[in-house]
């Protein structure tokens, strides 16, 4: 009986520590590669082109670095993109785009460049 119990309780610490191929860590950030990195950088464009049609700022993608996401009260992605601004200069920023499209601006994007003060804008869904 001793044995089933110990038996019992290391089956049930595996399994709660187990996690399901590439979900990474639950309820954690998972690193986005392939198409759902595709399907990510519409996200980060679709932003941008919200923002750039409104008070700003106005930027391009240059190119993805890395890119996450996280599922929170809604979804967090993180991005380290390359930003071509107005000038057509060109600077490695880390963004962040907190979605909760069922409020009312409910999208929320942080943008951290070198040299330069955090911004944090809003626009709807």
């Known amino acids: 009986m001793f044995f089933a119990k110990i038996l019992l309780?290391?089956?049930v610490c595996a399994l709660a520590s187990a996690t399901p191929q590439g979900f990474g860590?639950?309820?954690g950030p998972k690193q986005l590669e392939g198409q759902e990195l595709v399907e990510s950088q519409k996200t980060l464009q679709a932003s941008l082109d919200k923002l750039a049609a409104g008070e700003g700022p106005y930027y391009r993608i240059s190119r993805i670095l890395s890119a996450s996401t996280q599922v929170v009260a809604g979804t967090?992605?993180?991005?380290?993109?390359?930003?071509?601004d107005r000038t057509g200069a060109t600077k490695v920023c880390d963004v962040d785009i907190w979605s909760r499209g069922w409020l009312p601006n409910g999208i929320r994007v942080t943008f951290r460049c070198p040299n330069e003060p955090?911004?944090?804008?809003?626009?709807?869904a």
């Open 9 to 11: 309780l290391c089956t």
């Open 25 to 27: 860590v639950l309820g």
């Open 76 to 84: 967090n992605d993180s991005y380290s993109v390359e930003l071509i």
């Open 118 to 124: 955090e911004l944090i804008k809003k626009h709807n």
